[in-house]
């Protein structure tokens, strides 16, 4: 056999998984075409010290067997500055300025809005806690990895447009993101003292987050 | 999820160490099997215009010299290499049996059947590939579905979302042993025909060949009877 040929073979081989890859990065060059839109990031800390405690027996599965009771926005009251009750939490929050990002964290993420114009953090509380009830990592992997979803959530509460816009590099993770967003189903109707249509939110998961980050 | 390119290469990326095991063997004889097709396919090519030259040659001219001038232009072509190793062994010393039909017919078969064996040098790995290869995604697919029913234990629930994306991470081990199998059966089902035909050519070849050595040496002998009286 001549070595040319086997050359050739070779060529032939990084020739078509390149082709693979293009395709892959045009595809996702498609999903990432959105309107400006409010940022929501979602963590999910292992070690969180909340109340609440995530079961940590099932350390190398890092879910929870049991959905984490959902609790967190039980002060439904309708003054817009009240922050979500998080008691160890609560200084890792920024002010909530008009140009800085807002964040909630919970127990699964954090929560950030950042353009102004909405201010109902109870309503965000809420979104958060629905996603993150749903949300339902893979098992396994290593590292952290973050997957931003991006959707829309009109004035009664239909979610509309999911797309993934920041991929993890996992498909699992990503998949399982996605998922949380569309399995939520359908929110609560949108503050009627919000006057725009509907709500462009930005989600963040992250599974296996670095502890301090 | 579409088949598209990227989650192409993120489900070999998730997947677990011995499907990735698994894919890294697919890839070498994948890389092998066609090193090797390409390698025939240009061989093939350049002896069919060599066919198609020495096809051309009279037979009733018949002269050892002509012959090999003329093989030496198609030198690629398979009887033009067993017929210039029989030249040079036999007709070129000029022995007594130099022009004995039988001596060169024999000559020429093996000469034939040895350059025919070396064109078929690696053929079989074809063969290999394209009945192991399915059988090796295979394996790679079911260690991958074990390990994903290992999963939906562990989760403890068997809806689809939890299911798919480890049988997907699974199944691709099967389509690149596909990916290997088909290509390499086509050309092996391809090469090796296209091998026994130009044995049969060369055989064609060697039948002229004695004949033509046989009224060549006849005539030369009548021309030597004329001379001596």
Request: avoid cysteine.
């Given at each position: 056999m001549r070595p040319g040929s086997l050359a050739a073979s070779f060529g032939l081989h990084v020739f078509m998984g390149l082709i693979l890859f293009w395709v892959g990065i045009q595809g996702q060059k498609i999903s990432k075409a959105l309107p400006e839109a409010t940022v929501v990031k979602l963590v999910r800390p292992?070690?969180?010290?909340?109340?609440?405690?995530?079961?940590?027996?099932e350390k190398n599965v890092g879910v929870p067997k049991t959905a984490p009771p959902l609790e967190i926005p039980k002060p439904k009251v309708e003054n817009n500055k009240s922050e979500p009750k998080k008691e160890p939490l609560t200084e890792k929050i920024p002010r909530a300025t008009e140009q800085a990002p807002k964040e909630l964290i919970g127990q699964a993420g954090t929560l950030s809005v950042q353009t102004s114009g909405f201010e109902y953090d109870f309503y965000l509380a809420l979104v958060q806690a629905k996603i993150e009830q749903n949300f339902r990592p893979p098992p396994g992997g290593r590292g952290q990895q973050m997957s931003t979803v991006a959707f829309r959530i009109t004035s009664n509460g239909m979610i509309g447009d999911?797309?993934?816009?920041?991929?993890?590099?996992?498909l699992l993770v990503d998949q399982s993101a996605e998922r949380a967003i569309r399995s939520a189903g359908r929110f609560p109707?949108?503050?009627?003292?919000?006057?725009?249509g509907e709500l462009e939110i930005h989600f963040e998961f992250v599974v296996n987050p670095k502890k301090g980050g | 999820m579409t088949p598209n390119g990227g989650s192409f290469w993120e489900l070999i990326l998730v997947a677990s160490p011995f499907a990735k095991f698994i894919l890294a063997i697919l890839g070498v004889m994948s890389l092998l099997s066609w090193a090797i097709i390409i390698d025939k396919l240009v061989l093939m090519a350049r002896i069919k215009g060599a066919n198609r030259g020495m096809a051309a040659?009279?037979?009733?001219?018949?002269?050892p010299r002509s012959l090999s001038s003329e093989c030496r232009r198609f030198s690629q072509a398979f009887a033009a290499k067993a017929y210039l190793h029989v030249h040079r062994e036999i007709i070129d010393r000029g022995?007594?049996?130099?022009?004995?039909s039988e001596l060169v017919g024999r000559e020429f078969a093996r000469a034939a059947a040895n350059e025919i064996s070396r064109a078929e040098r690696f053929l079989p790995f074809l063969a290999t590939c394209s009945s192991a290869g399915p059988f090796l995604g295979l394996l790679g697919t079911v260690w991958g579905i074990i390990v994903a029913f290992q999963r939906i234990g562990i989760w403890g629930s068997a809806n689809i979302a939890v299911v798919a994306p480890g049988i997907a991470e699974a199944l691709v081990a099967t389509a690149l042993g596909l990916f290997v199998a088909i290509p390499a059966l086509v050309a092996y089902n391809f090469i090796s025909t296209w091998l026994r035909k130009e044995a049969e050519r060369t055989e064609t070849f060697a039948d002229d060949l004695v004949f033509a050595v046989d009224r060549y040496s006849a005539r030369r002998a009548a021309e030597a009877a004329r001379v001596i009286p």
């Open positions: 292992k070690a969180l010290s909340l109340p609440k405690a995530v079961p940590t027996k999911v797309k993934l816009i920041q991929p993890s590099g996992n109707p949108l503050p009627a003292q919000y006057e725009k | 040659y009279r037979w009733k001219q018949f002269e022995g007594a049996d130099a022009h004995d």
